[in-house]
Each structure stands twice: as C-alpha cells, then as structure tokens.
C-alpha cells in the first residue's frame, strides 16, 4: 500500500514537529514537507511537480501572512481536488463555514484524540468528510445564519415592519399604537419573525434588521 503523502502547515515549530514526529510513526503516512505558512505551502506547491505534491495537506487556520482560509481557497484554485484538512483550535460557527466553502474536506479541533485525527485524515484521503459533532453543530449553525442573512424573501410586509420597529427600539405596545394593531397580534408577529429567521430573541432580530440595511440612519 502506498504512503498517504502529507504537508504540514503550522506557524508553530513545535506543533508541526510534534504533529510530524507522531504522523510518520505511522505506517499510512509520510510526511513529505513542510510549511510555515500560506503562502510558503502554496509555493512548495508550486515548485514540487506533479510527482511531488502531497496527496493532502494538514493545515493550521490561523496563520500569518496567509491565514488557512485563504490558502484553502487559493490551493483549490490552482490545484483543484487537493484534499485539505484544518486542524485548528477555534470553533466559531463562521470560521467553519469559511474553511468549507473554500474547499476544506474537513475541519478538525486540536483537542481531538490522536485516532480521531488519523480517522480524519484517512477519510478525507477518501473524499470523505468527517467531523466531530460539535465541528458539525457549528457548520449547521453557520450555514443556517448565512441562509437567513442572504434570504429577503418570506416576510410579509406587515412581518418586516414589525421588524424594522423592533429595530428602532419600540415596545410591542409602541408598535401596536404605530401600526393600529392589538398587542396580541404584534406578539404573534414577532413570534413569526423569531420562527422565520431561526433567531432567539429581538435583539438578534435588531442586528438582523442593521444587517440587511434595512434600517434608515439618522
């Protein structure tokens, strides 16, 4: 069987030295080069040949010069179907999303154990994605916000005025006077407009509202 060829890619020596000296104990892997950055791993890349390039590469998102997002996109650019794990420690529900929809076929915590990342790595050696369920929960959380970010339809427009009240600050009753509705029935539209925009409570509906540019400064 051949060796699954890695690259590295960590600003940290001793991470990627740690992650190196454990991976090559392994009998499926060989990792064949190193990087420091982006930017560096584009141009191993570069220089490295058909017959040189990783069969994936294990890479670090934060990062200077050029963070893993970035170099995930710009490596699926210029060699499309490279496989690329990220192995990083934040969780933020946007940074998941980000390191996906550039191209990542996984997104993996440094907090997993050492099989779950050898499990990652030879599933993503396949095609296939593999995540642990918190990683999972963000994506599905990142994914479902951007939806509701980018979606302007569904609303009435009794629903968006509503809003835009909410996000002017006034009380159900204030938004009742203003739109000669009952409380009742100014309840009932919040409580659409929090079903309908998957959102909490009505400051998320607010920040909504700001976001979509809806809301008139001055």
Known sequence: MNRIKILLVDDHDMVRM?????????????????????REALELLRSSGEEGLPDLILMDLMMPVMNGVETTRAVQSEFPGMKIVILTSFLEDD???????????????????????????????????????????????????????DDTSGLTEREREVLLLIAEGKSNKDIGEELHISIKTVKTHVSN????CELEDRTQLAIYAHRKGWVTQG
């Not at 998941?96 to 154990?113: C, F, H, M, R």
């Not at 407009?193 to 309908?196: A, E, G, H, R």
């Open 18 to 38: 740690g992650l190196k000296t454990y991976l090559m104990l392994e009998p499926m892997f060989d990792v064949i080069a190193e990087a420091s950055n982006g």
């Open 95 to 149: 940074l998941v999303v980000d390191a996906i929809e550039a191209g990542a076929v996984s997104y993996v915590l440094k907090t997993v154990s050492a099989e779950e990342l050898i499990y990652a790595l030879q599933g993503a050696y396949r095609g296939m994605p593999v995540m642990t369920g918190d990683v999972s929960q963000a994506l599905t959380r990142g994914i479902r916000q951007r939806t509701v970010q």
């Open 193 to 196: 407009l929090l079903m309908k």
